[in-house]
């Protein structure tokens, strides 16, 4: 098996554990300003044209977190110099810069999600973390290298 593909398993696996722990948030209402589909919503639906769909969201959400980053872990893992976890949480922050630089400003939260306040921020860079730890974790245990 090879390390894209093992990246790929461990970025499901890490992405699930994100999207479960986002439902977690969603049913105690702890940071409801940050909907992590309605974003991927509103940039498939602004910049793609695409149809205003939940389920669209939550494919993007897999795609991304699962085939680019754990592709993206694969490919810099060797030429990072720590642990499958540290390297899972570069990673996962590098994920959280992207979305603060990136996608937040795209759908009109403002760049590091200054429009959606710093629950946001906070719980987002949260899950990233949590996404990298298990990225990391799970790689090393797959056997990855």
Request: without cysteine.
């Given at each position: 098996?090879?390390?894209?593909?093992?990246?790929?398993?461990?970025?499901?696996?890490?992405?699930?554990?994100?999207?479960?722990?986002?439902?977690?948030?969603?049913?105690?209402?702890?940071?409801?300003?940050?909907?992590?589909?309605?974003?991927?919503?509103?940039?498939?639906?602004?910049?793609?044209?695409?149809?205003?769909?939940?389920?669209?969201?939550?494919?993007?959400?897999?795609?991304?977190?699962?085939?680019?980053?754990?592709?993206?872990?694969?490919?810099?893992?060797?030429?990072?110099?720590?642990?499958?976890?540290?390297?899972?949480?570069?990673?996962?922050?590098?994920?959280?810069?992207?979305?603060?630089?990136?996608?937040?400003?795209?759908?009109?939260?403002?760049?590091?999600?200054?429009?959606?306040?710093?629950?946001?921020?906070?719980?987002?860079?949260?899950?990233?973390?949590?996404?990298?730890?298990?990225?990391?974790?799970s790689y090393g245990k797959i056997g990855?290298?």
């Amino acid at each position: 098996m090879s390390n894209y593909f093992k990246g790929i398993v461990a970025g499901f696996i890490a992405t699930t554990v994100m999207t479960l722990l986002m439902f977690v948030k969603n049913y105690f209402g702890v940071f409801t300003e940050l909907n992590v589909v309605d974003v991927i919503d509103n940039v498939n639906t602004s910049y793609f044209g695409l149809p205003k769909t939940a389920w669209g969201a939550w494919v993007v959400h897999f795609i991304t977190g699962s085939v680019i980053y754990g592709i993206v872990f694969a490919f810099f893992n060797p030429k990072l110099t720590e642990s499958f976890t540290f390297n899972g949480i570069i990673i996962g922050v590098g994920a959280w810069f992207v979305m603060m630089l990136l996608v937040f400003p795209l759908i009109g939260g403002g760049l590091f999600a200054t429009v959606l306040g710093e629950h946001a921020r906070v719980a987002s860079l949260g899950l990233h973390v949590v996404y990298g730890v298990v990225l990391g974790y799970s790689y090393g245990k797959i056997g990855g290298s």
